[in-house]
């Protein structure tokens, strides 16, 4: 078990930031394409699978048409985009106990299948907007280069479900759960992570946890310290359905990553509190508000609203769309 302590709130920011603690640029990982070596033998079963239609197709026969014959009732999955929401973002921290402080390691990011199909979530990218989440210290100002760009989004650090599209599907109705770390984080906090889906793991500085069972995502691109804990004064999480290798460096010193705006799912935008709408990071045409819980060490999650049907609501706008939950309500999948 990782037991955090941070000497104080300011501190925590400031490291995200910083060029003292921040790794050197050397250290990141660069965006990256898989290697044949690394295709899963699913790939290539997909890779027969498709072979096999084309055959099909030179004698006549429309492959699709061949499938709904062998295989009634199976719907064809889909791909992310319009597909797949942010259902919950927990980021606040724990409330104290145990004699932990500042416990965050059990930060998680929670999305959703909203369609009625299999969505492919393999390749799936998340990551975290840079720019501070309000007038945290001293003298600090809102703006900044990688703010409020109408065509890119950026991330500090960027993370990858590991393989192709239809490797990994997530069924109608069912949410995958990312951990920060997948562990009980008892006594520290409530939350529960031993049955996440996937957790985000660095081996860099030796200091994060590897659960043996729960699949790491892989790392693209990497700015956050020891593990990849998102600011608890608010951050911005970006859901990116896109080919890893078309992430562009934008630049500068300690760069963050940055995609076209049309490769975006979903985001949620959150920063320290009411007041803080001048430090928001993302443009108001990918996500025109923010939603804040009422503070830091809170065990506050987001939660996206539903309608009276039940159904998620998603007006790109995290102000609108999200609502602030005491209860972080990680929801794994019945069979496991
Ligand atoms: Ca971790
Ligand atoms: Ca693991
Ligand atoms: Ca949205
Ligand atoms: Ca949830």
Redesign the pocket.
């Known amino acids: 078990m990782k037991l955090v302590e941070i000497e104080g709130d300011e501190i925590v920011e400031i490291n995200r930031l910083g060029p003292s603690v921040c790794c050197r640029a050397a250290e990141f990982h660069r965006p990256r394409r898989m290697s044949p070596s690394k295709v899963p033998p699913a790939v290539a079963l997909y890779g027969l699978m498709l072979l096999m239609g084309a055959c099909a197709q030179q004698d006549g026969a429309d492959p699709r048409a061949q499938d709904d014959t062998a295989e009634p009732g199976i719907v064809e999955p889909v791909m992310p985009m319009g597909n797949l929401l942010i259902e919950e973002v927990y980021y606040s921290g724990a409330i104290p106990t145990a004699g932990a402080e500042r416990y965050y390691s059990d930060q998680f990011i929670e999305v959703m299948n909203v369609a009625d199909a299999p969505v492919m979530v393999g390749g799936l990218i998340l990551g975290d907007a840079p720019g501070i989440a309000g007038g945290i210290n001293r003298g600090t100002t809102p703006g900044g280069p990688y703010v409020n760009d109408p065509d890119y989004v950026y991330l500090s650090s960027a993370w990858r479900i590991p393989g192709e599209p239809q490797d990994v599907l997530l069924q109608p109705g069912e949410t995958l759960v990312i951990a920060?770390?997948a562990a009980t984080h008892h006594p520290y906090s409530p939350v529960n992570l031993l049955d996440a889906d996937y957790?985000?793991?660095?081996s860099e500085y030796g200091e994060?946890?590897d659960d043996a069972v729960v699949p790491n995502l892989e790392s693209l691109w990497y700015g956050a310290g020891y593990?990849?804990l998102v600011t608890v004064f608010g951050p911005t999480i970006v859901v990116l359905s896109m080919d890893a290798a078309d992430l562009e460096e934008a630049g500068g010193p300690y760069p963050p990553v940055r995609a076209p705006v049309s490769a975006v799912v979903d985001t949620m935008e959150a920063l320290m509190d009411a007041g803080s709408g001048a430090y928001k990071r993302l443009h108001s045409t990918v996500d025109s508000g923010f939603i804040h819980v009422s503070g830091t060490y809170t065990g506050e999650s987001v939660r996206r609203k539903r309608d009276g049907t039940g159904a998620l609501i998603d007006t790109d706008d995290s102000g609108a769309d999200f609502e602030v939950s005491s209860m972080p309500d990680p929801d794994f999948d019945s069979q496991r």
């Open positions: 920060q770390d957790e985000t793991f660095v994060d946890f593990d990849w």
